[in-house]
């Protein structure tokens, strides 16, 4: 069984920064594609980052310049760092990733951490 733990979400200020956390817990034996969505109340789940297992990067153009995503492949972690926040990024995070195990590859995804920016 593999899971996939969020941290970091919490109440920021206009302008401010939040790093969310998600690691990968279980019997993997490696991760592909990992990412960030994400869904504000009364609307759709929404991509917001995403990036390989050889690091390349792509973002939703709402957050380019202001987010980073990263990954430590040794950790079965991947972060996003969310900087110049704005209070239309207002949602709950869930981290997604493709996890290959000894048995069997599937997508699996967090429970979310709610990011709430205001004043």
């Known amino acids: 069984q593999v899971l996939l733990v969020e941290s970091g979400g919490g109440l920021v200020q206009p302008g401010g920064s939040l790093r969310l956390s998600c690691a990968a817990l279980?019997?993997?034996?490696?991760?592909?594609?990992m990412g960030w969505y994400r869904q504000a109340p009364g609307k759709e789940r929404e991509l917001v980052a995403t990036i390989t297992s050889g690091y390349n990067t792509n973002y939703a153009d709402s957050v380019k310049g202001r987010f980073t995503i990263s990954r430590d492949n040794a950790k079965n972690t991947v972060y996003l760092q969310m900087d110049s926040l704005k209070p239309e990024d207002t949602a709950v995070y869930y981290c997604n990733a493709d996890v290959r195990t000894r048995f069997s590859r599937d997508m699996y995804w967090g429970k979310g951490t709610l990011v709430t920016v205001s004043s």
């Open positions: 279980g019997s993997i034996f490696s991760i592909n594609d």
